[in-house]
């Protein structure tokens, strides 16, 4: 049996493969579409939005979904840290890494949504906020979030690959890490708070949305429930990202690990939907999830994802690891319909208003999800990331130092000692 | 996966409480916080202050509209927009308020093509506009006298959020080219200012029937309110929109069928902006955040030097380097 006990880079694959290539391509094409957006705005060739749809999958699914996939880095670092579940450390990295790549190539789709992104420089001028908004709320604290607590929390995977392969610069890496291990509690601490704030504000949004929301999803509560959605989200992520590396590098498992993070996804997705019913009872709206059709319909695929998924991992079946990989993909699957719902799927315009997106405006929307997963497979087999026990290292270590000479993995001793 | 009563309380505690305390900061402690603060839509619009004896506003009476469109060419006119030809190239008929279009006339037909009327759509004016709560920096305001809601550019960044929280979709996006705008009816407060001698909008000005009127809102729902005391039962319920409705507008409607099916969506009778104000309390003085800042870094203070007490003898043993 495996025992997670350190991050390891995933080594001897090469970075360049030919799916990194088809990922560039992707991009580029992206990249391309995106340069044209800017110049031609948002017309009917590059998007699908109309003033009744006046939101597309841009904000809709890069930020308003994928963020909630990216909320790893809060909802496991939480449990970590503040609630001091030592088991979560060894997968923090990952979560980390999966947060930070979210929350930019969400950032980067914001500023390429909206229409007049010069104006975004009254942001850094407090007293010019309408702090009723609570997109301004998303804008100040996401991007602070992003630039600030959740950059630095992955830096020290940095500053570790600048000390083993960058020797001369070792000493200026290692006083950065030991100034960011005095700050570290009070970083942590702006890294939840800010997420708690914005991930919540992204449901406030839709409150503003009035009755356009159907009544099912449309509730005073939609931000208590939307930041909710994004912590289980957040580990479904993390632990979908540990099953693909199972299965492309053959990375081992820690079953201990695995079941504290079932245990978590199944305890807030019941949690979730339990406190869900509970708001659609109170306002008494339960009629609606039976007699609206395919209101009803959508209300119960969201339910049946989530809630089937969390029962399959609580029971022995869960443990397998492919079922687990089923579970958390239909959960993930679930929560991510969940969190598109009030602003697409269960969004009703006006009569006859429809919205899909155009050919560009989903390439780009890829687009930006690739840069991600490029990101997301170079940091992996460059950085300690992935979780792997003391012997993985060890054997990393011989690896490395066989083909790079000079390189010293194992034996440290800190130069105070 | 067996586990004990204490152990599935456990967990459902550590996952469960912070996303618990998350909610508490966003959305509301709701009979508490609504006890404490009922007047909180007064600060939540301060505009609400805006008398009603200056607030300016229209009365659309559409009993009295012949649907000539004289409006929509006038209203191109003062605001200086290019007719939206593009249905047929001849005819202004464009099917929705758009960006060359601030106001529209539209028939409506019942079923079975026995009833109709024609009605106007321009910007209402809301009191407590869920336009400007949306919106970021300011990029729509509502001017302090007149209560007359208008664009700003320079503090728009074009997020399109004012089209999702205005409850009757007034405001338009220009879809095309680098530099877009918002464009909706500001009750041609440019027109007027550019030219003096122009003393009241241009719909109001050229409506052959004087179907539109124009005045402050005092003054035209009083004259409202006459019309439906003079004719009980003419008027759709004997209630004139926009009194109450999303908080109070300053455009008020009259019609003989149903103001559902003339655009007017019954939308109740708190504003759009009200909605929030509960998540607002949860930021009151950013007392909640701040408190539970500072839990969060206590107690992860306590366990990470824990942690890192840990990473230092199990590097003793190993010989790696400790990893944070
Ligand atoms: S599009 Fe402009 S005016 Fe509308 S909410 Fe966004 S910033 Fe404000
Ligand atoms: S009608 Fe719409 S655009 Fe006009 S003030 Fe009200 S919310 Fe704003
Ligand atoms: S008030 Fe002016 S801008 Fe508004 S509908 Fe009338 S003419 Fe058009």
């Keep these: ?50 003033d009744p749809f006046a939101w597309g999958l841009w904000k809709t699914f890069n930020v308003m979904v994928l963020t909630g996939l990216g909320s790893g880095g809060f909802a496991v670092g939480i449990a970590a840290w503040v609630f001091n579940n030592k088991k979560l450390h060894s997968v923090m990295r990952v979560a980390l890494l999966t947060s930070c ?90 890294a939840y708070i800010l997420p708690m704030m914005h991930q919540s504000s992204l449901g406030a949004l839709m409150v503003l949305g009035g009755k356009r929301v159907h009544t099912l999803w449309q509730t005073p509560c939609l931000p208590l ?36 993070l079932n245990k978590l996804t199944v305890w807030l997705v019941y949690s979730w939907t339990a406190f869900r019913f509970l708001d659609i009872i109170v306002r008494g709206k339960f009629l609606h999830a039976f007699t609206d059709g395919y209101f009803s319909i959508l209300f119960w695929v969201e339910t049946a994802l989530t809630l089937g998924s969390a029962y399959v991992l609580s029971t022995e079946k869960g ?51 690739a840069i991600a997963v490029l990101g997301y497979l170079v940091a992996v087999k460059k950085l300690a990331i992935l979780p792997g026990s003391n012997e993985d290292w060890m054997k990393m270590a011989k690896y490395e130092e066989s083909i790079k000479p000079g390189i010293q993995l194992t034996g440290y001793a800190p130069a105070d000692h | ?72 060419v006038k209203c191109s006119e003062y605001n200086e927009l290019k007719p939206d030809t593009r249905v047929d190239g001849i005819h202004q008929a464009p099917p929705s308020l758009n960006y060359f279009t601030k106001n529209l006339i539209k028939l409506y037909r019942s079923d079975d093509g026995s009833d109709h009327s024609y009605f106007k759509q321009q910007c209402m004016h809301c009191i407590d506009p869920g336009c400007m709560n949306a919106c970021m920096f300011g990029g729509l305001r509502k001017d302090e006298e007149t209560g007359v809601v208008w ?40 027109p007027m200012q550019k030219d003096p001698s122009k003393k009241e909008p241009g719909c109001t000005k050229v409506c052959p029937t004087n179907a539109v009127i124009y005045g402050t809102r005092k003054d035209l729902l009083a004259e409202a309110k006459r019309r ?42 708190a504003s759009i902006p009200s909605t929030l104000k509960y998540s607002h ?3 009151k003085w950013m007392v909640l955040p701040l408190l539970l800042y500072g839990t969060m870094v206590a107690l992860a203070s306590k366990n990470f030097a824990h942690h890192s007490h840990h990473l230092v003898e199990e590097q003793k043993e190993t010989g790696l380097r400790p990893q944070l």
Excluded at chain 1, 13 to 33: D, E, K, N, Q, S
Aim: aromatic residues 14%; glycine residues 8%; contains cysteine.
């Design chain 2, 281 to 283: 309390m949860a930021y």
């Design chain 1, 319 to 369: 443990k397998k690891l492919s079922t687990m990989f089923n579970a958390h993909l239909l959960c993930a699957v679930g929560g991510m319909i969940y969190r598109f719902s009030p602003t697409t799927l269960a969004f009703s315009a006006k009569e006859n208003a429809f919205y899909f997106p155009a050919a560009a405006e989903l390439i780009v929307c890829l687009t930006f999800i």
């Design chain 2, 151 to 190: 664009w700003y550019g320079p503090k728009c960044v074009g997020c399109r959020y004012c089209q999702i929280a205005c409850p009757f979709h007034i405001p338009a996006f220009q879809w095309d080219g680098f530099n877009p705008k918002i464009v909706k009816c500001e009750l041609c407060r440019t």
């Design chain 2, 228 to 269: 439906v005391a003079a004719a009980p039962g003419k008027y759709y319920q004997d209630k004139v929109y926009g009194e109450h409705d999303a908080g109070g507008t300053q455009v008020l409607y009259l019609s003989r069928v149903g103001y559902d099916k003339i655009g007017l969506p019954d939308v109740g009778e």
């Design chain 1, 1 to 50: 049996m495996t025992r997670w006990e350190r991050s390891v880079p995933v080594y001897g694959v090469p970075v360049l493969t030919r799916g990194f290539w088809a990922l560039c391509a992707l991009i580029a094409v992206g990249l391309v579409l995106t340069g044209y957006r800017e110049v031609a705005g948002l017309t009917a060739g590059i998007s699908g939005m109309t």
């Design chain 1, 225 to 260: 429930i939307y930041v909710w959605a994004a912590a289980y989200l957040g580990y479904n992520c993390v632990t979908l990202c540990i099953l693909l590396a199972k299965l492309a590098w053959k990375r081992d498992v820690d079953p201990v690990v695995m079941a504290e």
């Design chain 2, 1 to 72: 996966m067996a586990m004990t009563r204490r152990e599935a309380f456990k967990t459902l505690a550590k996952g469960t409480l912070p996303v618990l305390a998350a909610g508490c900061v966003s959305t509301a402690l709701p009979t508490a916080a609504r006890a404490a603060d009922d007047n909180e839509l007064e600060s939540n619009s301060k505009y609400r202050k805006v008398d009603e004896a200056h607030a300016l506003g229209l009365l659309y009476d559409a009993t009295k509209c012949v649907g000539c469109k004289s409006c929509m």
């Design chain 1, 101 to 190: 790549l979210a929350y930019w190539t969400g950032l980067c789709m914001l500023g390429i949504d909206v229409g007049r992104p010069w104006n975004f420089y009254w942001v850094v001028l407090p007293w010019q906020w309408n702090l009723h908004s609570p997109l301004l709320e998303i804008a100040v604290c996401m991007s602070l979030y992003a630039s600030v607590p959740l950059f630095l929390e992955n830096l020290p995977p940095i500053f570790e690959y600048i000390i083993y392969e960058f020797p001369k610069w070792r000493s200026i890496a290692e006083t950065c890490e030991s100034v960011m291990a005095k700050v570290y509690p009070f970083i942590i601490g702006l």
